[in-house]
């Protein structure tokens, strides 16, 4: 009998085991590899020779969006810039804390400080102590801080010419053929400089508020990560006032609160027609931490582009689980930061990124409600994130509660089928694709599907369904008794696929996982409807003039709320700038280029996330 029992509990030990083991070989593999793409020595910009790296970051790169033949591909794969941000470091700080907290990776205390300790340079010096974050790190010119990405500004604003140091080189390398395609980019970044001195935004504060959150819960781990971050963040609950000081109130009647990027406008327009805008004090909160008044103010060395605050669905999406993070987290008490204007914030901006997915306006204009996101699949996985943290959690205040409910409808119907409809599988693989390298042709011309963004694309859905489908206690994952067969199905399927190629030779670990707001010219905001129209200096533009006159210090907004006729009329009956409002999408692979953020240490990353929770769900099942 006692034999019988040992050999039942070694047979049941051996399947909990294997299960764990079938996953950890690849888990600690891409451990590796985001470790190996952490910058371990700073150094300063020697252009060409060498570029600026702050010692703790992970390596992010700005490359071009273009398709087509292998001249074009040469371009997009490696003509990059390495980009100083801290956002893709954050993010995955992140993500290595919920691993380590699943207990797949130990993560070492050295990587993760030495990614919190570069964080001071980011944080805004206009905002007087406050823990408000930049893009980029901010360097102190002229008698003022600006956002300066150098890595970024010195090759455009290069004294030598960086045109002709390139053309020069091109012609060396017996590559000359490539300067018609590389000329217009170079035309377009020095028209981009100005760019630069952006604000700070709400999503980088949102991520850098739901990074220390999770330090706060690691605290015992990594004690010095902590500190160090606290030491820099400890006014936490003044983030809340640049937030609703910020935010977009439509019916305010307020220059600075009810104008909004003519763009967002048109993208939501029927979610403000809807009636779902009762009164001046709805509010959805904005990308940039910024009012007109003071980007005009700020000209040109600290401003908004276009010189606008706009709405991005996934920056909202952002924003809603930095503060669920922190009412979870009780990194400070929750009376000492909420209120009714910020609780009337997070519900109206949570009603706005419901409807964005439930009506599947996501899927018709990511380019104009998704600003800063292209890939589609980020803000189903930044939706969920809420879903999973509240799932075994309780809710601090009923508001945390209405959302989630109105959240999770839409995730697991609406939500789920855009998800599931865009899926390529067999019979033992599921993967997704979006946009990278999709629309590529070989040497005789013919098409090619590069799919340089699948390793990527297919770890963001898995961590969205199973975020979705999912309840996480102590960051253990069980499924949720609703769980249809076909979604664990189609997960297992997405699972094996990332375990197979994540780190194979196959597929690339690209991603275009953040850009600029100009994607294309259908996507810049003089063609879309405006009534707000004028130059910084107050002087009034007439909406029929020349293209000719667009520049820099102009200015193109909604104000209000117009009715859905008066609206419509001025979409398809009225130009812009002489030309018509640009209503259909036609993909991010179209004729125009544009620059985009790819980061394989992100990729890895958020492969290593999904696994590491899928992992849990394969021991639960075997122990029940």
């Keep these: ?17 294997g299960s764990f083991c079938q996953y950890d070989d690849i888990i600690q593999k891409l451990s590796q590899q985001i470790s190996g793409l952490q910058v ?43 980009d100083d941000n801290f956002f893709v470091t954050a993010w995955i700080n992140q993500i290595l804390l919920e691993a380590n907290k699943i207990g797949t990776i130990q993560l070492d205390k050295d990587q993760l400080l030495n990614a919190i300790l570069v964080e001071d340079t980011y944080l805004d010096h206009h905002s007087l102590g406050d823990p408000i974050v930049n893009f980029w790190p901010e360097r102190f010119i002229n008698g003022t801080w600006m956002s300066y990405p150098i890595n970024l500004v010195v090759p455009i604003d290069d ?8 053309h020069k080189l091109l012609d060396f390398l017996g590559l000359d053929s490539l300067w018609k395609y590389i000329e217009p980019f170079l035309q377009f970044s020095s028209e981009a400089l100005a760019a630069f001195h952006i604000p700070p935004d709400a999503d980088d504060t949102s991520v850098n508020l739901a990074m220390g959150c999770l330090l706060y819960e690691n605290k015992d781990k990594f004690p010095d990560a902590f500190d160090s971050w606290w030491s820099s963040n400890k006014n936490i609950s003044r983030i809340m006032k640049y937030l609703t000081d910020y935010a ?110 439930q009506t599947g306006r996501l899927l018709e204009r ?16 930044f939706v969920s994130r809420t879903l999973s943290l509240f799932s075994g959690n309780s809710f601090p205040d009923p ?7 109105m959240l999770l409808s839409t995730m697991e119907n609406e939500g789920t089928a855009q998800i599931l409809k865009a899926v390529q599988e067999d019979s033992n693989n599921a993967w997704w694709d979006d946009f990278l390298g999709d629309n590529d042709t070989n040497l005789i011309g013919k098409h090619v599907n590069n799919a340089e963004d699948r390793i990527f694309t297919t770890s963001i859905a898995m961590n969205a369904l199973i975020d979705t489908w999912t309840i996480r206690n102590d960051y253990k994952y069980t499924w949720r008794q609703e769980t249809p067969e076909y979604i664990k199905d189609i997960i297992q399927k997405g699972i094996n696929w990332l375990v197979k190629y994540s780190i194979s030779s196959t597929y690339k670990p690209e991603n275009p996982f953040f850009s600029g707001s100009g994607k294309s010219p259908d996507s810049m905001p003089f063609w879309y409807p405006a009534t707000y129209i004028e130059y910084l200096n107050g002087t009034v533009v ?37 030309s018509p409002t640009p209503t259909n999408f036609t993909g991010f692979n179209s004729a125009t280029f544009f620059p985009y953020w790819s980061s394989p240490a992100f990729t890895y990353s958020t492969t290593l996330l999904a696994i590491s929770k899928y992992s849990t769900i394969t021991q639960s099942e075997n122990k029940n």
């Design 159 to 166: 004294e030598e010419g960086f045109g002709n140091v390139v």
């Design 399 to 405: 508001i945390f509660e209405t959302v989630y409910n």
């Design 542 to 578: 007439p909406p029929d003039s020349p293209p000719s006159v667009i520049t820099t210090y102009l200015i193109t907004a909604m104000e209000g709320i117009l009715s859905s006729d008066d609206y419509n009329h001025m979409v398809y009956d009225e130009l812009h700038f002489q």
């Design 1 to 17: 009998m006692n034999l019988n029992k040992s050999i039942i509990f070694l047979v049941l030990f051996l399947i909990i085991f």
């Design 248 to 357: 977009y109130y439509p019916l305010m009647n307020d220059e600075n609160l009810d104008l909004i990027d003519s763009r967002t406008y048109y993208f939501m327009h029927e979610f403000l027609e809807s009636g779902v805008v009762k009164d001046k004090s709805f509010g959805i909160v904005t990308t940039w931490l910024m009012d007109r008044l003071k980007s005009k103010n700020g000209y040109p060395t600290e401003f908004m582009p276009f010189n606008m605050n706009n709405v991005d669905a996934s920056v909202c999406s952002n924003f809603i689980y930095g503060l669920s993070q922190l009412s979870v987290s009780q990194l400070i008490p929750l009376n000492e930061w909420i209120s009714d204007e910020i609780k009337n914030l997070f519900v109206n901006t949570a009603t706005y990124v419901n409807w964005v997915i």
């Design 40 to 82: 371990q020595k700073s150094t300063k910009i020697n252009f060409p020779f060498e570029w600026e790296k702050q010692k703790g970051i992970y390596e992010s790169w700005v490359h071009i969006n273009v398709h087509g033949n292998v001249f074009m591909q040469t371009i997009r794969n490696d003509v990059k810039f390495f």
């Design 366 to 381: 990511p380019d104009l409600g998704i600003l800063y996101y292209p890939p589609i699949y980020d803000m189903y996985w």
